[in-house]
Every structure is written in C-alpha cells, then in structure tokens.
C-alpha cells in the first residue's frame, strides 16, 4: 500500500503541476481576450465563444486540481485509500486506475446515482 501511495504521489503531484500550468495559461489567455475584442461582430461572436469553452476548461481543472489537492492532503493525514464515505479500505486497482480516488467503488457508484 505504501508503495503504491508513494508512486501515486507523484504521479498526483505531477499531474497539479500540468494542471496548474494549464490554468495559469488559460487565465492569460482569457484576461487578454477581454481586453482587446475585436469589433467585427461575427469575430466578437466567436471569440466569446472561444472564452467560454476555456472558463467552462478552467471549471473542470480547478475541479480536478481540488480532487487531487484532497487526496494529497489524505495521504499526508495517512487516510490515503480509505473511502471518505463508508471508511473500507479502497482497492488498490481502483487506486492504481482512479490515484485521486477517494470513495470505494460502490460509493463512487452510489454518489453518481445520487448525481
Ligand atoms: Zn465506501
């Protein structure tokens, strides 16, 4: 297990590292599309539309960046691979395929029905 959590750690670590990387990009990408909008109207449409898709981007790395923050901050508490929810041990397959996995499989499951 241990193992298994050191190489997660990395691989979680490396991960925040690319998605932060991608935030900051997009953040600047976005602060200079709002500053200078073109005035052709059909190009205006477009751009806006460009921005969207990188907020609704940003909205799902900031999300994934959060998950793997907590899982990080699991393993440092030592409750790395213990299901938040019903407190049985997570599979280390699971581990292996999901690293920033914090519920067991069929919470996981519960929770997207519940969704
Ligand atoms: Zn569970």
């Given at each position: 297990m241990s193992e298994l959590q050191a190489e997660n750690r990395k691989i979680l670590e490396a991960k925040l590292a690319k998605l932060r990387g991608r935030m900051n990009k997009i953040t600047d990408d976005l602060r200079q599309e709002k500053g200078a909008l073109s005035p052709d109207f059909a190009e205006q449409a477009v751009e806006l539309e460009n921005s969207e898709v990188l907020e609704h981007l940003d909205g799902s790395g900031r999300r994934e960046a959060d998950e793997i923050v907590a899982a990080l901050n699991r393993m440092d508490e030592g409750?790395?691979?213990?299901?938040?929810?019903?407190g049985d041990g997570i599979k280390e397959g699971r581990l292996k395929a999901?690293?920033?996995?914090?519920?067991?499989i069929s919470c996981a499951n519960e929770a997207e029905k519940a969704a």
């Open positions: 409750e790395y691979g213990i299901c938040v929810e019903c999901v690293p920033a996995a914090s519920m067991c």
